[in-house]
């Protein structure tokens, strides 16, 4: 690694850590130069452990010799010329807008994603965030994802980033171990208008979690998972698609989807936030052992 101290927060070495918004970084328009930022080491280890390709680190000067093993791997994995650029907190601060629990941020490659079919070639249950926005449930949604042994989650075209910093930070890295893609890439009349069909087409039962008339209970729908797979109403391959904040589902999707399920609630709570409702949803639907 090749360590420089800054001697100013307006160095443009730095720039991509401060100067670029999040639509910038992403680049949409070529996704193979667009960058993501990684907060934290845990986060940046787990990036590094997915092979994501780092550009350069901005490290907080008391966290440099807690991380001597994450620049080992990354001089071994991509060469010594990586740039460490070293702050004071204080720097790090006036940076970032605001302290950082855990002081070090990296910038690293984005990656071409792969197509809805090779994300759930060998899934038998998915997740589907539908236009979720709160960077803090994306990343709740995928932590969950990867505890609960989610096997790929796919994301619409107005869905909030995963990659997001604050998306990725509270994912806790998992972002880089849950397989997941756009559906639809940017198109925003794809989703669920012929996403839908798409996932149908792949042999998925679609599940849109939403509390309407017809909806069955959430143990209703285990039942169908864990039923004789010759029976009539038994599911195999399961998406579990999930709403935005307030509004939930599109009356689109909830009209399209094979199955509408609700978790049942008590004292008049009328509905849970998504990162607890796919929490419990993931947690109730996981495959039993034999």
């Known amino acids: ?8 927060i307006d160095d443009e070495r730095v720039a991509a850590y401060t100067n670029l918004t999040e639509i910038q970084l992403r680049n949409k328009l070529e996704p193979s130069k667009g960058l993501f930022i990684a907060e934290s080491p845990k986060v940046i280890d787990r990036a590094l452990a997915a092979d994501r390709e780092p550009i350069s680190l ?8 807690g991380m001597y093993e994450t620049f080992d791997i990354i001089d071994k994995r991509w060469g010594s010329d990586i740039p460490v650029y070293v702050a004071s907190p204080d720097q790090l601060k006036k940076l970032t807008g605001y302290r950082l629990h855990r002081g070090a941020l990296a910038a690293m490659k984005r990656w071409p994603l792969p197509s809805v079919e090779e994300v759930c070639r060998n899934a038998h249950r998915i997740a589907v965030m539908e236009d979720i926005v709160d960077h803090t449930n994306v990343g709740a949604l995928m932590r969950s994802a990867a505890a609960l042994d989610v096997d790929a989650v796919l994301v619409t075209p107005s869905c909030g980033d995963p990659l997001y910093r604050r998306a990725a930070r509270v994912s806790m890295g998992t972002v880089f171990q849950v397989p997941w893609t756009r559906i639809g890439g940017d198109d925003r009349h794809y ?12 042999g998925f039962t679609t599940v849109a979690m939403a509390l309407e008339d017809d909806s069955i209970s959430l143990d209703e729908l285990v039942r169908r998972l864990n039923n004789d797979e010759t029976a009539d109403d038994h599911i195999d391959k399961l998406a579990l698609i999930f709403g935005t904040e307030g509004d939930g589902l599109s009356h689109h999707t909830i009209s399209r989807a094979d199955l509408t399920v ?6 008049g709570v009328d509905s849970l936030n ?3 409702s796919s929490a419990v949803a993931f947690y109730a639907t996981r495959r039993l052992a034999a």
């Open 1 to 8: 690694m090749r360590f420089i101290h800054l001697e100013s």
């Open 58 to 65: 901005l490290v907080e000067e008391p966290w440099i010799e």
């Open 191 to 202: 989703w669920p208008f012929v996403g839908m069909q798409e996932l149908r087409d792949l």
């Open 262 to 267: 609700k978790i049942p609630m008590s004292h």
């Open 274 to 276: 998504v990162a607890a």
